[in-house]
């Protein structure tokens, strides 16, 4: 008797080689380049988060000795993230070309290399300062359709609003790294197991929660926040007659700090400051730290703001521009903008 050919059901291990490919079903016309284009991402996160682990032990703690385009003292570790996503993508003909927070210009694809229909936006290393102190860091990334019709890709391709964005998501890398992402049909978190060197399907279909439980600003910069952000801060403390009460979190790595409010609920906010001319709008930057996560955030049920507005509907005039950044649960982000119009006219 032969044996019984098993079902065809769904697998109890689903990696995400195996999640991308099913996501690239509900593309029926899709050539596959995006599914590839996040396999490479994949592995590109594979080998930065294997350097992390090890930092203190590989060199590659402290400063690389430069200054990058923001003015940031480079990390040796930024260096190393920079250079892999941008190896791993240069020649695989699925880019037109790529944009970093490392670079000042856009990141054209060598030319002995063919060019692709997307475009890659990273931040390649997000929460630099804190590599040095063992503190979890990460990975930033947003995908876009190019829309010049051919050749090397352009500023065009790249200045994009959110709401262009094909895939976006970050990498964590803290007490186990993460990859969670979304292709606009939800989000799901994959946790790597170092074992077999894979990413495994550990929180499917991500929903922020509804009870807020976090607020998350770095604080010891009250003193320029706008008048709107510090009685909104009031408000989030349970005073100005408010009902909230939520405990204080703030690591200082944007991606570790969405995280925890993607996953606990609650509010990481970047507001404007006015005590850096540098800075105006805030420190975060648009295109590769703001709209990525926006993106994640509202796929999983939340909101990101700029305060005044939906951050996917800011169209980029420039490649590092800066944001005010205001992400979390719909209803307590909503209530920023409420204080900000109210007073910060
Ligand atoms: P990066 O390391 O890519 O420059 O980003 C750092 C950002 C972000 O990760 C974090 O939210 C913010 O800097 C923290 O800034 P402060 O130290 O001013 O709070
Ligand atoms: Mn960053
Ligand atoms: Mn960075």
Redesign the pocket.
Known sequence: MPPETPKATQPGVITIERHILMEQEKFPDSSGALTSLLYDIALAGKLIASRTQRAGLADILGSAGHENV?G?DV?KL?VYAQRTIYQLNDHTGRLCCMAS?ESKDIIPIPEQYPNGEYVLVF????????IDFNVA??T?FAIFRRRSKSGPGRMEDVLQSGREIVAGGYLVYGSSTMLVYTTGHGVNGFTLDPSIGEFLLSHPNVRIPDQAKYYSV?Q??EKYWTEGVRRYTRWLQGEEGSSMSLSQR????????VHRTLFGGGV?Y?PADTKDPKKPTG???LLY?AVPMAYVIEQAGGYGSTGRGPILDVKPEALHQRTPVFIGNRDVVGKAEEFIAKYDR
Not at 123 to 130: E, F, H, I, Q, V
């Open positions: 923001q940031e990390q930024d927070e931040d390649p290393l997000d929460g630099s300062t804190n860091v990460g930033i770095n010891g910069y703030y690591i200082g790595s944007m991606v570790a700090d990481f970047y420190k975060l930057r730290e």
